[in-house]
């Protein structure tokens, strides 16, 4: 598949979620580094600028992260708030199950696809996770459950928030 565009940002982390020694090792990002990146509220507007009504679902391995931060951070992103998310994991239950578990690390290596140096970056991670849901297609190709888009979303789509009633709005 062609790749249309891509941009990164680091994020400056909230104060009330400092930059620890364990987060250093797993990354390699400072609080240096990080305290010279845009605030959430900044990247995020800059990535929701990308995006429109009725884009595509967002793919993401453990879509509640990715989904929590956007919706916390929803008035600065209204229109990725809005976009839902096909989440790798509970895809891959139904197309490779049997797994020890359903971790990136265990989908890369049931794929056969290289552990990138750069692990747990946002780059890398996107990459991967975007290698590992195509060869979850492939997989999927011969399922007739999974036969469009829509059946994708019916195993593992997960609605953006945004898009779900607040039941305290009909009273």
Do not use: W
């Not at 600028?49 to 916390?72: C, D, K, M, N, W």
């Amino acid at each position: 598949m062609a790749r249309i565009g891509s941009s990164a940002s680091l994020i400056r982390p909230p104060a009330f979620a400092p930059v620890t020694q364990a987060d250093t090792a797993q990354t390699s990002l400072t609080p240096e580094q990080l305290r010279q990146a845009p605030p959430p509220a900044e990247a995020l507007a800059a990535l929701d600028r990308r995006f429109s009504a009725g884009s595509y679902p967002l793919v993401a391995q453990h879509a509640a992260t990715e989904a929590g931060i956007i919706y916390h951070q929803r008035e600065h992103c209204p229109a990725l708030a809005r976009i839902d998310f096909i989440d790798t994991i509970p895809l891959a239950r139904q197309i490779v199950p049997g797994l020890a578990n359903y971790k990136l690390d265990t989908l890369l290596a049931h794929f056969s696809i290289g552990r990138p140096a750069d692990r747990h970056r946002a780059g890398a991670d996107v990459e991967v996770t975007a290698e590992v849901f195509f060869r979850l297609v492939r997989a999927a190709d011969e399922m007739p459950q999974f036969g469009d888009l829509a059946g994708l979303v019916k195993a593992a789509g997960r609605a953006a928030r945004c898009n779900i009633p607040a039941q305290g709005q009909f009273f």
